[in-house]
């Protein structure tokens, strides 16, 4: 859906056009995932699905929000936010809100309408999405904005606006601090101790390259998608996940507790970042069997992520097919990340002619796979999909091709 297809629907609910309308992508990430949470590396794309909020400022004290996926509205206060609002979407609204306030912006009331066509709880960041639409969408009606935040940046770019986040000569945070300001939303008021790999990426990306983020330092190469004649192909499993999940949850835990246990016995290491695969197996008795795989995973995903750029740069299709199907095996066996959903998506993908490789993409526990195939081979692969993976289970999965596109913007 497009900002200009979004208007109807605006004007329709609250009977008169938006004055803006704000489009945030969702993401792919094509390798380096549960690394982001222990400071590791991850090469996402945001995709052209998109969260779309379209806007109007009004002069009351609150924000009317109405969201179209899930048909209902919310009423936020500005002066008296809460951080369990009803429905649970919301939280997601109101604690971007707070993270503003708590910024000295000086909030404005607004009616939003929130759409799009990016499915939520598929592993393609549609909560990032809403964090950063949002976020830019009240920045967008915000009376005044605080100059303290982004100093910096005022004074290097003067009255430009920042690069794929500005609306005219509006000054807007830099993406990095954006991001983390929606990650913090997302830790506080929707109790998802997420990384910050999905809001950066939502903030930073660009059209044509995949985003190589070191999570430890917040930084961002940007690696050009020498793709050739191949497709990147989404199956969406239809089993829905929650981040915020019990199992999520545990997996950090399980990467802290990890850490604790190699600290004990090396003071010296600092992170799991710091961790190499050769010198791994002598904290095997320290960590126990669980512990170990769970580090086995980040330590080795690091290592695919950093071979898998090189990989890309050189247009070495193959090497990178490799990697990913490596990749969703480690999740599956060191992570336990995986589900039967998901294993059967990436079997039959790789059982097809033409397909490169493929891995289950996000958080895991359901939602989306992501499959490099040429060309020549995507609508073989949706016909096996269909054949095979919708025979064997109730939920029906859709494939759709994804291309990259830049970060979140106001149109």
């Known amino acids: 859906m497009s900002g200009h297809e979004a208007s109807p629907s605006f004007e329709q609910v ?37 969260v779309i909020v379209a806007a109007r400022p009004t002069e009351e004290a609150f ?52 759409g799009g066509d990016l499915p ?10 809403i964090e950063v639409g949002i976020a830019l969408a ?47 939303a997302e830790h506080e008021f929707a109790d998802s101790p997420c990384g910050i790999m999905d809001q950066l990426c939502c903030t930073s990306a660009r059209s044509g390259h995949a985003l190589l983020i070191d999570c430890q330092t917040a930084k961002t190469q ?46 010296s290491i600092t992170s799991l970042r710091e961790m190499i695969l050769d010198g791994l197996e002598s904290f095997a008795d320290a960590l126990g069997d669980t512990l170990f795989q ?14 898998a750029a090189e990989a890309l740069r050189a247009s070495d299709l193959h090497t990178f097919g490799r ?7 480690s999740l599956r066996d060191n992570f336990a990340v995986s589900c039967p959903e998901l294993d059967t998506v990436v079997s039959i993908a790789r059982s097809v002619d033409g397909v490169y490789g493929a891995r289950m993409t996000g958080g895991g526990f359901g939602g989306c796979a992501i499959a490099l195939a040429h060309a020549d081979a995507v609508d073989t692969l949706r016909s096996a999909i269909r054949e095979s993976y919708n025979s064997q289970y109730a939920t029906r999965a859709t494939v759709f091709t994804v291309r990259s596109t830049d970060a979140a913007r106001v149109e």
């Not at 935040?149 to 794929?164: I, K, M, N, P, V």
């Not at 086995?296 to 690091?302: P, Q, Y």
């Open 14 to 50: 609250f009977g008169r056009p938006p004055e803006y309308v704000v489009r945030s992508p969702g993401r792919v990430n094509l390798i380096g995932d549960h690394t982001d949470y222990t400071g590791g590396l991850v090469l996402p794309i945001a995709i052209d699905r998109a």
């Open 63 to 114: 924000v009317d929000v109405r969201s179209a996926h899930f048909r209902e509205r919310v009423r936020i206060e500005l002066d008296e936010m809460t951080a369990d609002p009803a429905p649970a979407w919301s939280r997601y609204a109101v604690g971007v809100m707070a993270m503003l306030k708590r910024r000295g912006i000086k909030l404005r009331g607004a009616q939003l309408w929130i």
């Open 120 to 129: 939520p709880g598929a592993g393609l960041a549609s909560s990032a999405a």
């Open 138 to 184: 009240m920045l967008t009606a915000a009376e005044s904005l605080s100059r303290n935040w982004f100093t910096d940046e005022y004074d290097r770019l003067g009255s430009r606006s920042h690069s794929g986040l500005g609306m005219g000569t509006r000054m807007n945070p830099p993406p990095d601090e954006l991001a983390s300001l929606c990650r913090q």
């Open 222 to 267: 940007a690696v050009p998608l020498n793709l050739g004649n191949t497709e990147l192909i989404v199956v969406d499993t239809g089993v829905r996940h929650s981040i915020a999940g019990a199992e999520y949850a545990a997996r950090r835990r399980e990467c802290t507790l990890a850490l604790e246990a190699i600290r004990r016995a090396d003071p």
């Open 294 to 307: 769970r580090v086995t995973h980040v330590v080795t995903e690091n290592s695919r992520v950093a071979r």
């Open 323 to 329: 990697l990913m199907t490596e990749s969703h095996a």
